[in-house]
């Protein structure tokens, strides 16, 4: 399967824990978004990278979260100090972009459910 | 106000009926459209592209009015399997990220 893959699957926690959770992309991909997802809302845009640069992150999102991806492959999400409200589905997804690409298709994993006790 | 906004629904229908939705965009300055598709427990899939001349894909067809700010999409003779949520997503730039909607529901009856 060469789609975009995400680990783990399911992740439960206890409050004030620490988890990471990692993105591997279609390999020939330069682009590469988190999203994270509750019932019954759309995909929230967390943050995105072109290779290695994060080129935006959502005001939206504490300095609890951060990601990297630091050789233009896979990529991981950590956040720190859990809580409550951070349980969600964490999506990831990538896409080949060029300069000036306006047709960009996202290509996303199957996500990572967070749940926080 | 959120950048791209939907009509929750959810919206039931019978097979064979034709169903439209609308989604609005904030930003004016907005170059790109699509619809995604997104079921149950599942990772949101591309449906289409929405061009400014508007474009159809079978029994799917997408339309942008740039003057009112919306975004529609149309399914014709609908089928059980379009039973989905349907995501309105936004790009506002090039270099810039892609906005997701929060979704309209789409329930399909026999």
């Known amino acids: 399967d060469t789609g975009v893959s995400q680990d783990p699957r399911h992740k439960i926690t206890k409050r004030g824990q620490n988890v990471t959770f990692r993105c591997d992309p279609i390999?020939?991909?330069?682009?590469l978004y988190w999203y994270r997802q509750t019932l019954g809302q759309g995909p929230e845009f967390l943050t995105y990278f072109q290779n290695e640069a994060q080129l935006e992150k959502s005001r939206l999102l504490s300095d609890r979260f951060s990601a990297e991806r630091p050789k233009g492959s896979f990529s991981t999400l950590e956040i720190q100090r859990t809580e409550q409200g951070d349980s969600a589905m964490y999506l990831c997804?990538?896409?080949?972009?060029?300069?000036?690409?306006?047709?960009?298709?996202?290509?996303f994993g199957s996500g990572t459910q967070l749940s926080v006790l | 106000r959120k950048e791209v906004e939907q009509d929750p629904g959810p919206f039931n229908v019978p097979e064979g009926a034709t169903v439209a939705f609308n989604c609005t965009y904030s930003?004016?300055?907005?170059?790109?459209f699509f619809w995604y598709r997104q079921d149950c427990r599942k990772e949101p899939k591309l449906l289409m592209s929405?061009?400014?001349s508007g474009n159809e894909d079978g029994r799917f067809t997408a339309q942008l009015n740039r003057a009112s700010q919306y975004i529609s999409l149309l399914i014709r003779d609908s089928k059980l399997s379009d039973s989905a949520t349907y995501l309105c997503v936004v790009k506002n730039s090039s270099a810039s990220k892609i906005i997701f909607g929060s979704g309209t529901r789409l329930s399909i009856r026999p």
């Open positions: 390999s020939e991909h330069n682009r």
């Open positions: 997804a990538s896409s080949l972009a060029g300069t000036g690409s306006f047709n960009e298709k996202l290509f």
């Open positions: 930003n004016s300055a907005s170059q790109s």
């Open positions: 929405v061009y400014s």
